[in-house]
């Protein structure tokens, strides 16, 4: 992959496909980790007095514009980060986006709208997308890939932009592919995951893939309730995922024939309701009455996942372990997390919810070898997908 050194920018229309999907309350920004992850890339740009021409996308407004997924707030923000003005263009690339960028000098910047209002962006007729594609290319003479969120979709800005333009990988998508090659090859061991989150039917793919590679299988989250059923207990209200049973008994037996450790909850918060405040008690995880529902992993299964990280020389970690968002169902992910911290090893949260948890819960972010910007992206990684941003930057 050519990186940004490989680029001559000097006086140039650099492209860069950045990820700010970050989480709105209203225009307020609530965790702005991804933008501050996408400064070293433009800045570096600017230094090198590049003309740089922001993209990105946020949310999922299918096409058409929408101001509550306007991407305004962000380039305010990027502009505080980077100390200097960031100029907004109104649109992807009509007259606004056009003049915008026109004006550009030597080292100012751009961010283009919400690239998702443009039905073109994740078109699944190439020719659609082609057609979106070279309009974004017009703007620009190079581009440089660094959402590495979004690596792992198939859409204009990232997979046929790259195909128009003279390109390179930025810094953030370099330093996520170096950490997940590290995840992939030559992985040190004992090789722990720890896997949450509600749905086991979003992991099924990577958990597959690496039943072949690591040594011990953390299992928590609304997902374990599913493994726990495929095991013959009863679940009660729990999150279950019925059509999932036979998929997970499979994974189960290969585990066991592969000789990797699978670690389930042995106690859950078995709460009466989904709440702040509702009502629980801890519970045998073999044994949640027919009227509860478990909302996090109880103090002993605490206390087990930390044993079974303690030794561990590599962790990857994607999915909170129960409903963190309250606080009285947080401390499984807390625990989980001070696991990581405590056990010296080479520790990955992988993005999405897990990354949001670490920074709501104020944990030190430096406590982790990496915090990805990308959970989608890097669980695709590792069950071994070709990501269409990351071909792409190859070519
Ligand atoms: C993410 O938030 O996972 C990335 O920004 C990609 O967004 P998407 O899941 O809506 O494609
Ligand atoms: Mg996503």
């Known amino acids: 992959m050519r990186t940004l050194d490989d680029l001559d920018v000097k006086g140039r229309r650099v492209l860069v496909r950045a990820d700010l999907n970050v989480p709105l309350d209203g225009e307020t920004i609530t965790d702005d980790g991804r933008i501050r992850a996408s400064v070293p890339t433009i800045k570096t740009l600017v230094e090198r007095g590049a003309q740089v021409v922001v993209c990105a996308h946020l949310g999922r407004p299918k096409g058409k514009a929408d101001p509550k997924y306007s991407l305004r707030p962000v ?54 997308r082609g057609e979106f594609a070279a309009k974004l290319a017009g703007l620009a003479e190079l581009y440089v890939g660094d959402g590495f969120g979004a690596v792992h979709r198939k859409h204009a800005s990232v997979y046929d932009v790259p195909r128009l333009l003279p390109h390179a990988a930025g810094g953030l998508v370099v330093a996520e592919v170096e950490v997940l090659r590290r ?53 009660g209200n729990s999150l279950l995922q019925e059509d999932q049973l036979d998929e997970v008994r499979g994974f189960l037996d290969k585990a066991e024939q592969r000789g990797v450790e699978l670690v389930l909850p042995v106690d859950v918060l ?43 020389r590599t962790v990857f970690w994607n999915g909170p372990m129960g409903v963190f968002e309250f606080d009285a169902f947080s401390g499984g992910t807390r625990a989980v997390a001070q696991a990581l911290i405590d056990s010296g090893a080479f520790t990955v949260v992988g993005g999405g919810d897990s990354a949001a948890a670490v920074r709501k819960l104020g944990l030190p972010e430096d406590g982790f070898s990496h915090i990805s910007t990308g959970g989608g992206a890097s669980l695709e990684y590792l069950e071994g997908k070709t990501l269409p941003g990351l071909a792409a930057l190859e070519d």
């Open 75 to 128: 380039a305010a923000r990027l502009g505080e980060l980077l100390g200097q003005d960031v100029a907004f263009a109104t649109d992807v690339v009509g007259d606004s986006a056009r003049s915008t960028v026109e004006a550009l000098q030597d080292g100012q910047v751009v961010l283009l709208e919400n690239l998702r209002y443009e039905p073109g962006e994740e078109s699944k007729d190439d020719a659609v």
């Open 183 to 235: 995840l992939t090859e030559d992985t040190e061991r004992p090789y722990v995951v720890v896997l949450g989150g509600a749905k086991v039917s979003d992991k099924l793919g990577v958990i597959a893939n690496l039943l072949t590679k690591v040594d011990r299988l953390l299992i928590g989250g609304g997902m374990a309730y599913t493994f726990l059923k495929a095991q013959g207990h009863e679940v």
């Open 270 to 312: 078995a709460a009466v309701t989904f709440a702040a405040d509702a009502d629980h008690d801890v519970v045998e995880a073999t044994a949640i009455p027919a009227d509860r529902e478990g909302l996090d992993i109880g103090p002993r299964t605490r206390e087990l996942f930390a044993s079974k990280l303690a030794d561990a």
